[in-house]
Structures are given as C-alpha cells and as structure tokens.
C-alpha cells in the first residue's frame, strides 16, 4: 500500500471505538463528573435564590403584621402585596392580604383574594374560616356553613372551628346542632371559661336549666374573676327554684362589682323569691330606680328566669326587646 492510501492513527480510532486511548476515555469521564457538578451547583444556586426570595417575602409579612397591629392596614397592605407578588400562591400571604382588605372594609377584594387562597391550597382553614365570616356577615348562612364545614374536616381537633360552627347554627335558630358542636368544643379546650360560658348560654335558651347551671359554673371556676359569668350562674340558679344559692353567687359578683346597680336589683329580687321579702324591700328602696342600661340588663335575666319583667316597677320606663343587652 502506497503512502497516499495508509490510514492514520486517528482514523483507526474512529473506525475502531474499543481502540480509543485510556487517557481519552478518563477525559470522557471527568467531563461527565464536571457536568454533574455544575448541575448540582446550578440547582443549588436556583434552592438559594428561592431562600432569599421566600425569606424576603417572610419580612415583607412581618412587616404587614407590624403595620396591621398598629392599625395601619393601607401600609400592611402595601408589604403584603409585595410578599404576594413573590409568592403568588402562598395561601398564607394570601389570607393575610385578604385580612387587611377586610379591616378597611373593602370586601370585594378580601372575598377575591380568601377564595385565591383556598384555590392554592384547599386545607387553608385559617382562609376558610374568614371567608364563612364573611359570608355569615352578610346573611349567607349556607356558603358560610359550607366554609366551616370545610375546616372542621381538615382540623378537627381545633376547638375554635367546632366553636364557630355552634355560632352559625345558634344564629340560625338550629339549637340542638349547636349544643351538639359546643359539647365537642368544651370536650377539646376543657379549659377555656368561655366556651363553657357559651355553652351554658345555649342550655339555658334549651331550657336544659340543669346542664345550665354545671356549664356556668364551670366557667365560673375557670375564671373566678368574671362577675358576668358569676351572675348568669345565678340567673340559672333562680330558673332551677334554687334562690338561696342564687343569693350567695350574686353576693359573690357584688364583691367584684360593688354597687352595680342591676347586680343589686337581681339580689333583690332573688331574695323574694328565697322568701326574704323584708331584705328584697329594703335593697329595692335602698338602690332607687335603675338608668335605662341597668334596667334592661335586668329585664334581660328576669326573662331568662321566667320572672314577670313588668312585676319590677310600673312607673320604670318601658324598654324595647331590641336594647336588651346580653
């Protein structure tokens, strides 16, 4: 074979792969180690960046907390857009920015972006439970249950959820389904006065005066300090024909709040109906007549005990059902 028709070193070798140079194949190797380590720093770059951004965002949320627990819901609203705007579907930031919208009442972006919030995430309780707020604020008593449905499925262990459901249902006049989610409510926070308070509140509606006075009274231990409780525990008592205990728990409101004149005035008349007509006189002429406020207080326990409001004194100006305070 003549000069001009031999095949050099370099072409046996792409005729031939199993001829390549071992120096090559280890070049080979180490680009392919190379390329993987360049993706893995590339990724790694790509997690930092995503850091910065979800811990700027972070910041931006605290900031609108901050803003917010000053009252300054326009400068929350700011930062919080902003946190959005890093985080598009971060249910959080969402139900934060819808919350600020809320507080200065601008309901048709708070309603938009709650219901963007559980677009991103379904289990967004905290997003679920402010929109069937909303929903209840406006009368709409089925979308509102549908919300707090949803939450309850997701938590429920969570006492407050259970809470707001035995709300709508009291709202809507369906008692026994409310006393069925406040049992659930006092079984998971044993230890919250108010729900037991609640809970009492909803038995004596019921006329379960029993379970009434066990509820009040447990709300009573539970905050010792709080005439009100102390005094719908006598109200309760008066309902149950049980006037003498009624008169001690009342003494006991009037420690922590001397000289409240409705206290007074439902003292008196549990001292008549504890046969202590001479003491119900004397604390009646003692106390005088009771301001509009205290009056209506005390038609509102009269009523709840099943007492004759009228019976107080005629010449007492006449009050309307719907000033009665709680």
Not at 67 to 96: C, H, W
Not at 139 to 159: D, I, K
Not at 216 to 234: E, H, I, K, M, N
Not at 271 to 295: E, F, I, Q
Request: glycine letters at 6%.
């Amino acid at each position: 074979m003549g000069p001009g028709n031999m095949i050099s070193k370099d072409d046996k070798r792409d005729l031939d792969p199993a001829s390549t140079m071992p120096g090559e194949a280890i070049d080979e190797e180490e680009s392919l180690r190379l390329a993987r380590k360049l993706r893995a720093e590339d990724e790694a770059l790509r997690q930092q960046d995503e850091d910065l951004v979800h811990t700027t965002a972070l910041l931006r949320v605290k900031l609108g907390d901050s803003y917010m627990g000053r009252g300054n819901a326009s400068r929350a609203i700011g930062e919080y857009k902003q946190a959005v705007k890093m985080e598009a579907r971060n249910p959080r930031f969402l139900t934060r920015l819808a919350d600020a919208y809320l507080y200065m009442d601008r309901i048709s972006q708070a309603l938009s972006h709650y219901r963007q919030a559980i677009a991103a995430d379904p289990n967004c309780t905290e997003a679920r439970v402010s929109l069937g707020d909303l929903y209840q604020r406006f009368g709409m008593f089925t979308e509102a249950l549908a919300q707090y449905r949803a939450a309850v499925h997701t938590e429920p262990s969570r006492a407050y959820y259970h809470f707001k459901l035995a709300n709508l249902f009291l709202t809507t006049d369906r008692l026994p389904e409310a006393v069925v989610e406040m049992r659930i409510t006092t079984s998971l926070a044993s230890g919250d006065a108010f729900y037991h308070f609640r809970l009492g509140d909803i038995f004596l509606r019921t006329g379960s005066l029993d379970e009434a006075v066990a509820e009040f009274r447990q709300a009573s231990g539970l905050a010792p300090f709080d005439d009100y409780y102390l005094v719908r525990t006598a109200t309760a008592l008066l309902a149950c024909g049980q006037a003498h205990e009624a008169v001690s728990v009342l003494r006991q409101a009037l420690q922590l709040q001397p000289g409240n004149q409705a206290y007074l005035l439902l003292l008196a008349d549990a001292y008549a109906s504890a046969g202590m007509k001479t003491h119900a006189t004397n604390l009646r002429r003692r106390v005088g007549t009771p301001d509009g406020y205290d009056l209506a207080f005390l038609l509102r326990r009269r009523a709840e005990w099943g007492q004759d409001a009228t019976s107080i004194d005629p010449a007492l100006p006449p009050v309307q059902p719907s000033s009665l305070p709680d």
